[in-house]
């Protein structure tokens, strides 16, 4: 006997026990009734056992038959599941990155087009949150985060330099125009603009500039680096700002830079992160080539 009997005996078989019917398993396998008695048959020699006791117009199965069925069955769901998901994932191909709302504002979003154009059938998902990422848990591919080299148990590239430099509206500097390289000091008589986010960004850049009596924590908080970004355009005050993440706003005048004092934090700053078992992944692949090469980043 071969060990596997035949693909289409096995079908006749599961469709004839599940329906009760030979002609009605012949309607939905798109076959004869005598070709559906004839693989049943088969089967039955093939196993030495009796599938199905005959009626003169219906079938029942045998005690063995039933437990056979039982199953079959499962193997054909089995399969069917298996094929949806294959179908239904090349139809949907998709990556879930998360990132800073921020980031994804400013910096990610306005350039995922050119991904798009380039990679039309995989859709990225993208979703932002402060919290640090466990690919063991959160149903994520990959995560953009803010932090030193990662640890090398996971997958990093570094993308773009994190520089912080004072901005403000070019409103705001005409009207305060002894804020000036030569007198940094001046930062203490406007407001300083904050995000709650990163509290410690001026006093690194004060600090690193050698600007002495300036209240690192005066002026106004704003929950994220959005809305300290957004208050300094309309004239509220100077923020301290990561520069990749305002390039927009300068480039168009939005936003101008008092001092030309730039304090780069080096290692410290935004990496792609992911299980290494990602880079098997075509589409995680096309997504982190395509991200390396618009943030001219290194590993």
């Known amino acids: 006997m071969r060990t596997l009997p035949s693909l289409n005996a096995l079908r006749a078989f599961e469709a004839a026990g599940r329906l009760l019917s030979v002609q009605l398993a012949a309607e939905e396998l798109h076959v004869t009734p005598a070709a559906v008695s004839r693989h049943i048959k088969l089967l039955e020699d093939q196993l030495g056992v009796t599938l199905f006791d005959r009626g003169h117009r219906s079938i ?4 063995m038959g039933e437990r056979y069925l039982v199953d079959i069955a499962r193997a054909f769901e089995a399969m069917r599941t298996a094929t949806v998901n294959l179908t239904e994932s090349r139809r949907r191909r998709h990556l879930k990155i998360r990132a800073y709302t921020t980031f994804s504002r400013n910096w990610l979003i306005p350039r995922l087009s050119s991904f798009h154009l380039q990679h039309p059938d995989i859709e990225v998902i993208l979703t932002t949150s402060l919290h640090a990422v466990d690919f063991n848990t959160d149903d994520v591919d990959a995560a953009i985060r803010l932090s030193h080299a990662p640890s090398s148990d996971i997958g990093f590239d570094r993308l773009v330099p994190n520089e912080l430099v004072p901005v403000c509206s070019p409103e705001f500097l005409h009207a305060h125009p002894d804020l000036t390289d030569a007198t940094p000091e001046a930062l203490r008589t ?4 904050h995000s709650l986010a990163r509290r410690e960004d001026w006093a690194k850049w004060l600090d690193a500039a050698g600007v002495k009596g300036v209240n690192p924590l005066g002026g106004l908080s704003y929950e994220s680096s959005i809305l300290a970004y957004f ?13 990749v993440l305002i390039a927009e706003d300068l480039d168009s005048g939005r936003l101008v830079m008092p001092f030309s004092f730039v304090l780069d934090e080096g290692a410290f700053t935004y990496y792609l992160v992911y299980p290494k078992s990602r880079i098997s992944s075509p589409e995680f692949t096309a997504f982190r080539e395509w991200l390396l090469s618009v943030g001219g980043g290194q590993t």
């Open 231 to 243: 208050a300094a355009t309309q004239g509220h005050g100077v923020a301290i700002a990561q520069r």
């Open 190 to 193: 406007v407001p300083l603009l």
């Open 60 to 63: 029942t199965l045998t005690p």
